[in-house]
């Protein structure tokens, strides 16, 4: 990556020319064939892991991009090191809070985590109170990445809505049944309900209330009346597919039309297989953020399952890309000041070609727009099947900080 001179004023003035210090770090910037000036020689990032079990799975993602960024150093001739601190969160907020103050006071500025949604809240204010930086790759909750030091490589859930509409209004559908199971993800639908061009019928469905039939039979009414239009059915939640699979099955035209679903990562097809045979006249389709063939993905893939005997999921490929984006901000800034790093993060990030490809932050720090895969499964015989893979673009629309504090008054 090399930054130009406009680059580099681009940089300073967005800094705000905040002061004589700041200023003499910028003008470390290399230009297009000298080697960075670095402040130091070490430089250490924190990575928060949810608990010792899956310590070794950080650790393992952790040493194959240290050994790859050790590569690269070496074959650059670039005189720094770069280390990193996997600590476990022990799934506690207090000790997560104590991991960063310590890692502050040791002089340790940049980390990446914590691997859940509910630390958040108090890393985020932490880290705008003290100016270190995090680099968030799990946490889903809109209001998380509201933050000039925070940084999310995960797309949060509102913007699910988003994909799943434009995922009908690429597909011409005109009508959409929502059944929305959990109080949770009310915000998604209601951005589902925001971005799709069609009508929208909103279903809510409740499995352990007793008029849960009720609430599916509508739906279905729902799906008659509009016979005549291109209708699916977009279901909201995390939990209660399985139970609604095998409810829906006695309705013929609520399991005869197109379903949606929000991403489920690997647990949707497990879920069909367990729902077997029952299934089998549906179709749901659903999405994953579309991860390049690349031979250094296929070679990561590889070393991880050597080294922990599981498969290589999105989260850590985030650490990864984490791991990543620091090296570079360091390596074309020459410092890890935290100031500094903030800044460079969103151009490094935009010209990284990482694993998960090019990711590129709105102002906010959240992902302005990605690639996903978009496939539908199907069971034959409670045999689950793929079809009809394709690719899209999305554009993600900005969360403001008006519509965060809405999402959190409706908690």
């Not at 940089?11 to 402040?39: C, H, K, T």
């Not at 994909?163 to 998604?188: H, K, P």
């Not at 007793?210 to 239009?229: F, M, P, R």
């Not at 296929?298 to 399952?305: A, F």
Request: charge should be negative; aromatic fraction near 10%; charged fraction near 25%.
């Amino acid at each position: 990556m090399k930054w130009t001179v406009n680059r580099i004023l681009v940089l300073i003035i967005s800094l705000g020319i905040l002061g004589a210090g700041i200023i003499q770090a910028v003008s470390r910037y290399r230009n297009e064939d000298s080697l960075p000036v670095f402040d130091k020689t070490n430089y250490t990032i924190g990575v928060l892991s949810a608990d010792n079990h899956t310590m070794p799975n950080y650790h393992a993602i952790v040493d194959i991009a240290l050994e790859d960024i050790n590569q690269y150093l070496s074959e650059n001739d670039i005189k720094c090191n770069i280390s990193f601190d996997v600590k476990s969160t022990q799934r506690d907020p207090q000790t997560n809070l104590m991991t960063i103050r310590d890692w502050d006071l040791s002089g340790v500025r940049l980390f990446i985590g914590p691997p859940f949604s509910f630390m958040m809240a108090t890393t985020m204010s932490y880290a705008h109170d003290n100016d270190v930086v995090v680099l968030e790759s799990i946490s889903t909750f809109p209001n998380f990445a509201l933050d000039d030091n925070s940084f999310r490589l995960s797309v949060p859930y509102d913007k699910e809505g988003e994909i799943l509409a434009e995922i009908l209004n690429q597909r011409g559908y005109d009508t959409a049944i929502c059944i929305e199971s959990e109080d949770f993800v009310t915000w998604t639908a209601d951005e589902f309900e925001r971005n799709f061009n069609g009508e929208t019928n909103r279903v809510k469905y409740d499995p352990d209330d007793v008029n849960s039939t009720v609430h599916l039979s509508k739906a279905d009414e729902l799906i008659g009346i509009y016979s005549d239009n291109h209708v699916a059915v977009v279901f909201f939640s995390y939990r209660n597919l399985s139970h609604l699979i095998n409810q829906s099955t006695k309705y013929n035209r609520l399991s005869s039309v197109s379903w949606l679903t929000q991403n489920q990562g690997s647990s949707l097809e497990g879920i069909l297989e367990k729902v077997g045979s029952t299934g089998d006249q549906l179709n749901i389709t659903t999405y994953n953020l579309d991860i390049p063939e690349s031979d250094t993905y296929q070679r990561i893939k590889s070393q991880y399952q050597k080294m922990t005997d599981e498969e290589l999921d999105l989260k850590m490929l985030y650490v990864y890309d984490s791991c990543w984006l620091y090296t570079h901000a360091i390596l074309e800034t020459g410092t890890d000041n935290a100031t500094i790093i903030k800044t460079a993060l969103p151009l490094v990030a935009s010209e990284y070609g990482g694993v998960c490809g090019v990711i590129e932050f709105d102002k906010y720090g959240d992902r302005d727009k990605a690639q996903y895969m978009v496939y539908t499964l199907f069971t034959e015989n409670g045999k689950v099947f793929t079809k009809e893979n394709e690719k899209i673009t999305i554009k993600l629309k900005e969360i403001t900080r008006e519509s965060a504090d809405q999402w959190k008054k409706s908690r």
